[in-house]
């Protein structure tokens, strides 16, 4: 059993930054693959970014922006957003998955059995 808490939303200009974190419990968090995940109002829950045998993926339109890293020693997994637009807001879900390998499965919200609470960012203009 892994439990999830995010940290780390606010409210930021845009073109700003923030940092994420997402602390998880359980002894053998640095064997599960880790997602972030966020959902805006009235759309689907998207994939952003995942991390996992030291090998990162990100959704096209966070690509070069936001950064996903782990500390396994903290059981804790980041999320570095930079030049933040206004079309990120929303709110942002870690999640962890183990026994599935390959970035469709990484990709892929199903895949992940345990999820935070979520955490929310406002990009103002």
């Known amino acids: 059993q892994v439990q999830l808490v995010e940290s780390g939303g606010g409210l930021v200009q845009a073109g700003g930054s923030l940092r994420l974190s997402c602390a998880a419990s359980?002894?053998?968090?640095?064997?599960?693959?880790m997602g972030w995940f966020r959902q805006a109002p009235g759309k689907e829950r998207e994939f952003v970014a995942a991390?996992?045998?030291?090998?990162?993926y990100y959704a096209d339109s966070v690509k070069g922006r936001f950064t996903i890293s782990r500390d396994n020693a903290k059981n804790t997994v980041y999320l570095q957003m930079n030049s933040l637009k206004l079309e990120d807001t929303a709110v942002y879900y870690c999640?962890?998955?183990?026994?599935?390998?390959?970035?469709?499965?990484?990709?892929?919200?199903?895949?992940?059995?345990?999820w935070g609470q979520g955490t929310q960012v406002t990009v103002s203009s």
């Open positions: 359980g002894r053998t968090f640095s064997t599960y693959a």
């Open positions: 991390l996992s045998g030291g090998i990162t």
């Open positions: 999640a962890a998955q183990y026994g599935y390998s390959g970035s469709y499965y990484y990709r892929t919200a199903s895949s992940y059995d345990y």
